[in-house]
T-cell receptor, first 112, second 114 residues
Framework: GQNIDQPTEMTATEGAIVQINCTYQTSGFNGLFWYQQHAGEAPTFLSYNVLDGLEEKGRFSSFLSRSKGYSYLLLKELQMKDSASYLC?????????????FGRGTSLIVHP | DTGVSQNPRHKITKRGQNVTFRCDPISEHNRLYWYRQTLGQGPEFLTYFQNEAQLEKSRLLSDRFSAERPKGSFSTLEIQRTEQGDSAMYLC????????????FGSGTQLSVL
């Protein structure tokens, strides 16, 4: 089975940098995703890592260490609209398929 | 590409009634997932289709839940004899099965069981 752990809530100031950590245990690791979810809306894709290292995409970067079962999402130049839940999802072996399993999400509050 | 569509957006029902939800995935996507989400939690996996074949079903899923994907296009999720604990957002997602296989989610169906 899969086990994913991420902080429940974080707060940060507009313009700052915030790092959201995710640790996981899984069988048959086949990729890690970060999704953003605003209240009352569907999750939207932010990033994908399958190999160790850093993936950068604009203000958002994601890092993966497979040996440590660890990832983080880095958000730079925070804006008020970045206030949302950030979901870490690990694709691992479920039965005969690879299925994304989600963490409980980290609620990020950005204040002025 | 019109995205993943789910209907209805909201459903209020009385305990014991049956409900059915529909999901229309992105047309070229052959993989379809159903998840359930409650407040303050991440999406919880329910079931997975590749084309018309239901390949995985969560062991936590009661036998009151059934899903179909006839002809490998739209999918339906039915809950029989609903219980108050079934109240949640039901999310459908699809993926292409290539590249990162990232999920595209629909807006969900919010179920309230009274």
């Amino acid at each position: 089975g899969q086990n994913i752990d991420q902080p429940t809530e974080m707060t940060a100031t507009e313009g700052a940098i915030v790092q959201i950590n995710c640790t996981y245990q899984t069988s048959g690791f086949n990729g890690l995703f970060w999704y953003q979810q605003h209240a009352g809306e569907a999750p939207t894709f932010l990033s994908y890592n399958v190999l160790d290292g850093l993936e950068e995409k604009g203000r958002f970067s994601s890092f993966l260490s497979r040996s440590k079962g660890y990832s983080y999402l880095l958000l730079k130049e925070l804006q008020m609209k970045d206030s949302a839940s950030y979901l870490c999802a690990v694709r691992g072996r479920t039965g005969g398929s690879y299925i994304p399993t989600f963490g409980r999400g980290t609620s990020l509050i950005v204040h002025p | 590409d019109t995205g993943v569509s789910q209907n209805p957006r909201h459903k209020i029902t009385k305990r014991g009634q049956n409900v059915t939800f529909r999901c229309d995935p992105i047309s070229e996507h052959n993989r379809l997932y159903w998840y359930r989400q409650t407040l303050g939690q991440g999406p919880e996996f329910l079931t997975y289709f590749q084309n018309e074949a239901q390949l995985e079903k969560s062991r936590l899923l009661s036998d009151r839940f059934s899903a179909e994907r006839p002809k490998g296009s739209f999918s339906t999720l039915e809950i029989q004899r609903t219980e108050q604990g079934d109240s949640a957002m039901y999310l459908c997602a699809s993926s292409s099965g290539t590249g990162s296989e990232k999920l595209f989610f629909g807006s969900g169906t919010q179920l309230s069981v009274l």
